[in-house]
């Protein structure tokens, strides 16, 4: 029996290596889902952790926990304390497979006091002694030497770090043996002898937490010696206080499943301290919201990025059907004549269970590392079929990969099996019978699964609409995306329902006119049964769903970079140090001369003046302004500030951005007038709707309060205001919405919220007021790699920037930032995958039904070859059918496509409400030429292999004697 299948695999091939291609396919997919979604996570993880750690200069990991020894214990279960502490804060993390980068435990004795024996030490300060984990490892000794491991007598040997010991108010002597006593004068007393003063290796570390109350009047001695002084009698361990625990941990390389674990974790330790009792513990770790809200996000994030993938699962499954169902067909004549001839059902299943595990080993010993490669590369996604090396997603290639690639292959398996098993309760007459009586609609026909799934999108569609969304967090709703996959196969399967009438309509117009090639083309493929529009189905789904996919991504990502852009402001943002600037001249002579404030003229052009800059424009903002319209104050009642922003409008034109659809001018025509007309002025719709001030208006301006670096008066500066809008770069307080408000009448109006802000010519500022601070905005080249680097590199050598903080914004930094967002990342990796792999199955399914079409018609093409038809015509005539069926699907495709991305593009406006700035529909013709090329690749390489495939075709020895 093996050999049977070996030979039928031989003898077909081609038919194989396309299942054996697609069965991997569809493994690697399944187990590349798994990891991508576990990998997204945790960078998800990783990025926010980062994140902290830059707010808060520290570890994202590090959890610090003191605690003094229950006021219950005495003598030695004191030390039976300390161990509890310990196997509790530090033990307990081993259950949780949280990785401890590295840690210390400080046990410690304090409230130490010469003030009742023989001085030396501090008499206004209490001391302690302590032993620190790698202590030694840590640190170099300075002064003296290092303590010893043994206890000499009843004396212990310490040292003490350098700064404590030069603070101390007394001088220690190295050497000396000095006695002290708790300082309540009840405990017994304890002998300290420094020996050496030390400092650490390294202050930034991650080893060291909080370093000036580690250290402050602390003095540290052997662990061994700690041990035998302190914890092997009951009088001695009655002074032992407490231990103070650090924990540097990394959560990047932990399991979503341990994170929860950790959470039980840390909520044990926290009951364990609260049982010391008030005032007697502290526990602290600066990223446990971070992790918190992580696990509160994982089953959402998990939900969106496995709907992201609903259409690619939908796809694979109907690939799954489509090959079975003709290998089935294919194979009804050889099983009913195996049934006639008196084999077993089960002899002729096992063929199938032998064929089918051939085809299974393949996908489930290479599909898992397909899988990860797939993972990983579209784990680089920084847009639709973009990838890049960013930033490495951590994919991981864990048994959940095998268990999905084990389900994958069960379920290819089963729709071979299932449909072998039914196949064999025929015989010949049973098959001659079923397909005289089979019917001419399909299964989907008749069920109207094609008006149900339009029927669903499309009143879906009108409901989210109408509700404004589901989601008002800012976040895309993950039904947008089925939705907009149910109404491409919803219009695909409508267009195949009638397009057997459309071919009946133009053959019948036709047929006449045709040549024998067309005419033989028509007549196969209005007769070619449900086989055809499997293939056209695939092709639809693929082109619609990619250019759908192509355009929400460009949306999704434009909307990103242009948000950090609009945000920003600039690519680098200075605060040059104003401090007695220009304020005193030097002539040649050496001689100093005052400059008044009016006078002085800071030199712009020196940081202008470098061939990685555009252009650099002087930003002054001022908040908490007063209008004057007609002599009256107006002043918002609700607490929001009026802000200012003067600018150099030309130089500014060239360093921000502000989209052409965000304002009823575009930002270029305000910038001219403002450049034209510096006497006028530009506010926020909000700040007009609440003053009733309109364009042409006259208002004056006070800016009597400081700006964002000190304290400036200038009084009113008259403004002609020309024009309302609603957004401008930096300036986020601006109108973004509109709310309904109540007013007192009890009518519902409507009224824009959002900042006052007045945007002004800097010059005309500068001409009314003296000389003042103010921020450089500057524009880096877009050609230049490495441009940001090498400006800011510059400016330090030459004295132009003096210290980082006058760095107010690097802007490359941010945009890493967001470009590296987990889920955007997602969003264009499901995007990509899920086109990717619609395209390789449909290039399998487009291979495997031309290659089991054309083999199965070698008696038409011999019949037609005897008739008189040449291979040239045989030729067109496949062409021909290409066209009827391949190509119209492509121009389908193209057309389902565009009006999805029309119908369903809005709803992402509506998911996008919450941003910044509002979502805009893009059409972007490169990516759409990107899908082209790579269908059209699919095509070509298609139609080549089929060619190879028909030329060794045999096709003269199809006409036989008895063969019809």
Partial sequence: ??????????????????????????????????????????????????????????????????????????????????????????????????????????????????????????????????????????????????????????????????????????????????????????????????????????????????????????????????????????????????????LNLDFTNAGLENLSSFISYYNKVYTFSKELGTGRYSLTMNSLGKIRDYINQISTMQMSLWVLNVPVIAMLAFYMIMVTRMIIEEDRNEISTFKSRGAKTSQIFMRYVIESGFISVFALVLGPFLGFLLAKTVGNASGFLEFNARQAMPVKLDFLAFGYAIVACLFFSSLILIPAIMATKGTIVNLKQRRARKSRLAWWEKSCIDIICLVVSVGLLVLYEKTNGFNHDGTVAPIVYVLSSLFILGCGLLFLRIYPFIIALFFKLTKKILPPSGYAAFVQVSRGGNDYRFLMLFIIMTISVGIYSAASARMINNNVENTVRFENGADVILHPDFTDYAAYVKDSDGNVTFVPESYRVFPIEEYADNEYVKAVSRVEKCSDLYVFKSGRLMYPDDGRTINLMAIDPYEFGQIGWCGSTLNDRTFHEILNKLELEPMTVFISEA???????????????????????????????????????????????????????????????????????????????????????????????????????????????????????????????????????????????????????????????????????????????????????????LTVMLVIEHLLTTGVSVILGIVIGAVTVRVYAPLLKIAYTGSVLPLDILFNRSDNLKIYAVVLAMLISGIAVLSVFIRKLKINEAVKIGEE
């Fill in 687 to 873: 700040m007009a709707e609440e003053f009733k001030i309109k364009a042409g208006d006259v208002v004056e301006i006070d800016v009597n309060e400081s700006n964002q670096y000190y304290y400036t008066r200038v009084g009113r500066i008259p403004c002609v205001v020309a024009g309302i809008i609603n957004y401008w770069p930096t300036m986020q307080n601006g109108t973004y919405k509109v709310e309904k408000y109540t007013d007192e009448n009890g009518e519902e109006i409507e009224r824009s919220v959002g900042g006052f802000f007045v945007i002004m010519n800097y010059e005309y500022l500068y001409s009314v007021r003296s000389f003042n601070e103010f921020d450089l905005y500057v524009a880096v080249e877009d050609s230049a790699k490495q441009g940001y680097d090498t400006f800011v590199d510059q400016a330090f050598n030459s004295g132009l920037i003096n210290h980082e903080s006058e760095i107010r914004l690097y802007g490359p930094d941010i945009m890493e930032n967001e470009k590296s967002n987990s889920a955007l990342k997602g969003l264009n990796g499901s995007y990509s995958i899920g086109f990717v792999s619609t395209l390789t199955v449909s290039f399998v399914g487009f291979l495997i039904y031309w290659l089991m079409n054309v083999r199965n018609r070698k008696l038409q093409f011999g019949i037609l070859r005897a008739m008189g038809l040449t291979k040239n015509k």
């Fill in 1 to 246: 029996m093996i050999k049977s299948v070996i030979s039928k695999i031989r003898n077909n091939i081609w038919m194989f290596v396309c299942l054996i291609v697609g069965s991997l396919l569809i493994t690697g997919v399944l187990a590349c889902i798994p990891m991508y979604t576990m990998g997204t996570l945790r960078q998800m993880l990783s990025t926010d952790l980062r994140s902290l750690e830059r707010e808060t200069g520290k570890p994202s990991g590090q959890l610090y926990f003191t605690g003094k020894i229950s006021n219950n214990d005495i003598g030695l279960s004191r030390v039976k304390g300390l161990e509890k502490m310990k196997n509790t804060v530090v033990g307990g993390v081993d259950g949780t497979s949280v990785e401890i980068i590295n840690y210390y435990v400080q046990n410690y004795v304090e409230n130490l006091n010469s003030n009742r024996l023989d001085g030396g030490f501090s008499t206004y300060d209490d001391w302690a002694v302590s032993t620190l984990t790698n202590l030694e490892s840590n640190i170099y000794i300075t002064q003296g030497r290092m303590y010893s491991n043994s206890l000499s007598g009843d004396v212990i040997e310490v040292i003490i770090e350098e700064s404590t010991w030069e603070n101390s108010d007394n001088t220690l002597e190295l050497g000396k043996v000095y006695s002290l006593v708790c300082s309540s004068g009840k405990k017994p007393t304890v002998k300290l002898m420094p020996v050496g003063v030390f400092k650490v290796n390294d202050e930034n570390s991650p080893f060291w937490y909080n370093n000036s109350e580690l250290f402050y009047f602390n003095t540290f001695c052997s662990a061994n010696v700690f041990d035998k002084y302190f914890c092997q009698s009951s009088d001695m361990a009655n002074v032992l206080t407490g231990s103070k625990i650090y």
